[in-house]
């Protein structure tokens, strides 16, 4: 029993370690090009409604691509899984920069902000909510997706869903999902959190279902 527990606690370990640096990336990522793509509001029409459809692709095949063209490493994992997690966060980064009224933008320009300080002490703050409902998404989303790193031999706690598939383990399969469920709930959790600490709390209602 304690060897079980061990192994699951490996697992476990390298499985977080996926999905927090996975988030971290993706998050920089969906950050940085929702800023860029809310203030090319023509280039966001079209290239939006395409990255939703892009993200639809199963992240097998995506995965299964670099495979063949990076061969099976972690670094292959990363990729894949940083670029499908950046797509809630870009998407809700462009929503909530697009939401500002109008209002707060023409009041900032009257007290003489330029274009950097408008964005960052007007805009990402009441965008806030959504950007980081988006963030909340990202990391559950993460913590499924970081399944198939066992796939391509990278361990996590892949590794006991599917052995217990291929065997048809139940047991097995548990041993795999529980962990993964309850690692998904404890950082969707610190999300919640970190949203507490820095969206103004007059806009953490507005954002909470994001």
């Known amino acids: 029993m304690n060897e079980l527990l061990l192994s699951i606690l490996r697992a476990a370990t390298v499985h977080t370690g996926y999905t927090l640096v996975c988030v971290a990336i993706g998050f920089a990522?969906?950050?940085?090009?929702?800023?860029?793509?809310?203030?090319?509001?023509?280039?966001?029409?079209?290239?939006?409604?395409?990255?939703?459809?892009?993200?639809?692709?199963?992240?097998i095949v995506f995965i299964g691509v670099l495979?063949?063209?990076?061969?099976?490493?972690?670094?292959?994992?990363i990729i894949a899984l940083s670029i499908y997690a950046m797509f809630p966060v870009l998407k809700n980064t462009v929503?909530?920069?697009?939401?500002?009224?109008?209002?707060?933008?023409?009041?900032?320009?009257?007290c003489g902000m330029n274009h950097y300080q408008r964005l960052v002490q007007v805009e990402l703050p009441l965008a806030m909510p959504t950007i980081i409902g988006g963030l909340r998404l990202s990391t559950v989303?993460?913590?499924?997706?970081?399944?198939?790193?066992?796939?391509?031999?990278?361990?996590?706690?892949?590794d006991f869903v599917y052995k217990g598939v291929s065997s048809n383990n139940n047991a097995l399969i548990l041993q795999g999902a529980i962990p993964a469920a309850i690692l998904a709930l404890v950082l969707g959790g610190?999300?919640?959190?970190?949203?507490?600490?820095?969206?103004p709390r007059g806009l953490r209602k507005g954002g909470a279902g994001k």
């Open 95 to 110: 929503t909530g920069l697009d939401g500002v009224d109008a209002q707060y933008k023409e009041a900032a320009r009257g």
């Open 190 to 199: 610190l999300v919640d959190t970190l949203q507490k600490r820095v969206v």
């Open 141 to 158: 989303y993460t913590v499924s997706w970081a399944v198939l790193a066992a796939m391509i031999g990278q361990g996590g706690l892949g």
């Open 67 to 77: 495979v063949i063209m990076i061969g099976m490493t972690p670094a292959t994992v």
């Open 29 to 59: 990522l969906g950050l940085f090009l929702g800023i860029c793509l809310s203030r090319l509001p023509t280039l966001s029409k079209y290239l939006i409604p395409l990255l939703s459809i892009l993200n639809t692709v199963p992240g």
